[in-house]
Every structure is written in structure tokens, then in C-alpha cells.
């Protein structure tokens, strides 16, 4: 008897990219809290740090683009926008937000465990510092461990669905923004993560928009009318369900 292959049962693409969008919002109250000038003395948070407020409003600029970035990967209007580029942010962000989860897990299970001591000269007490590890273990290093893995599936369910049309080559101008729109993404995370706004504030989102200018190239030979090349009827099984 020949029986059929199994059905592969995959969550909606749709609902990766709700996900996504839900995820990343959830993170954004308790920076504009901090944005605002609020404290949360209890984990050593007092906002007396230089930077600190401007890099919170630069952080909730980066939450809020994370979660779209899932919903561009997944939404038919995100075609608008060059494919590299999109699974490229969302492959930086995914990478950087596993990054960040793994190593600041590790060191916080450290300090916990009493593998590595705290200091006893920072602004928060050794007694803060270890409620600040709680939350980081609890949920603070756990939202960057899910968002990268969100942000990554997301990218690479987009780079299956675009196998199943064909799509015309890229230029080299376009490569090279998306080349340039990366960096400046990474430019503007790092600014973030150091509490500089020269850096999140001027340099990323210069580079970035320079690279945004050269992705959105026009192509070399557009077809007559903009037609775009038909996507097969089997696209519709793994993409959107709409």
C-alpha cells in the first residue's frame, strides 16, 4: 500500500509575524517609564547614569523596528521593501539579541551562583545588583532570547517563500545599501547598548539612511507597466493564509 507523505504542521506565518509585533511592544512600557525619568531602585536602576534617559527613547526606537521588521517578513505589504534588506535587519537583530541573551544570562547565572563576586564600589549595592540579575534571569535577558529567535524564523520563512517566485537579480548598487543600511543598524544597537546618543542618535541612522537611499535603487530594467512576475499557486501554503 503507498500511503501519502506526512503533512509537516507549521504555525502560520501570520501568527510568527503577530508574535513578533506582540513581543516586541510588551518591552516598550517600562523603557518609557525609565525615558520618563522613572526608577527602579529596588534592581539599582536610578537613571543617574549619563545617557541613560536618551538611550531608553533609543531603545524603544529599536523594540518597536524589531517587531515591525517581523511583521514586514511576514505581510505582503513588506514586499514594498528590498528582500535582503529585511531578512538582513532581522538577521542582525536576531544575532545581536541572541548575543545579548547568552552572555549576559551567563554572567548574571555567575554572580547568582556566587561563581563571580559583586563589586562594592559601583552606584548600586551588591543586594541591587542581585535583584537586578533576578530580573535579567527572570525575564529582562529572556525577552532579547526570544525577539532574536523570533526575528531569525521570521527571516528565514520570508527567504522560503521568496524560493517559490521567481525573483530578478539584485543590482550591485542595491547590495551595497543593504551592505551599508546593515552597518548602520549595527552602528545605531551599539550606540544603544552604550548609552551614547552621538552614536544611536546621529552616526547609525546617517549610515543607515544613506544605505536605505542606495537599496531603493531603481532597477536597471523595469518590466514594461511594473508588472511583477506571478508567484505560483503553492506559495500560498506556506505564506500568508489570508
Known amino acids: 500500500m503507498i500511503s501519502g507523505r506526512p503533512t509537516i504542521r507549521t504555525i502560520p506565518t501570520r501568527v510568527l509575524g503577530a ?31 549619563s545617557g541613560f534617559r536618551a ?17 514586514s517578513l511576514t505581510r505582503r505589504w ?9 531578512r538582513g535587519v532581522a538577521w542582525v537583530g536576531g544575532l545581536c539579541g ?28 551588591p543586594r541591587q545588583l542581585r535583584a537586578f540579575d533576578w530580573a535579567n534571569l527572570g525575564y529582562f535577558e529572556l525577552w532579547f532570547g526570544v525577539m532574536g529567535a523570533l526575528l531569525i524564523i521570521c527571516a528565514m520563512r ?8 521567481p525573483r530578478p537579480p539584485v543590482r550591485p548598487i542595491r547590495r551595497v545599501g543593504i551592505a551599508a543600511s546593515l552597518a548602520g543598524l549595527a552602528v545605531l544597537l551599539w550606540g ?3 548609552f551614547d546618543p552621538w552614536t544611536f542618535a546621529g552616526l547609525g541612522p546617517a ?35 489570508e
Open 207 to 241: 549610515v543607515l539612511g544613506v544605505g536605505l537611499l542606495l537599496s531603493f535603487a531603481p532597477p536597471k530594467n523595469p518590466r514594461p507597466g511594473g508588472a511583477d512576475l506571478a508567484a505560483p499557486p503553492n506559495r500560498q501554503s506556506l505564506n500568508h493564509q
Open 78 to 86: 513588506g514586499e514594498a521593501l528590498p528582500g535582503g534588506l529585511r
Open 98 to 125: 541572541l548575543a545579548h541573551w547568552l552572555l549576559y544570562t551567563t554572567f548574571c547565572a555567575l554572580r547568582v551562583a556566587g561563581v563571580v563576586g559583586y563589586p562594592i564600589d559601583a552606584d548600586a549595592s
Open 158 to 165: 520570508s527567504a522560503a517563500l521568496d524560493r517559490l517566485s
Open 19 to 49: 508574535a513578533g509585533l506582540i513581543w516586541a511592544l510588551a518591552y516598550v512600557p517600562i523603557h518609557v517609564y525609565w525615558a520618563l525619568g522613572g526608577t527602579s531602585a529596588p534592581i539599582g536602576i536610578t537613571g543617574a547614569q
Open 55 to 71: 538611550a531608553n527613547w533609543g531603545a524603544c526606537v529599536v523594540i518597536v523596528g524589531a517587531g515591525l521588521t517581523c511583521l
Open 192 to 194: 544603544v547598548f552604550t
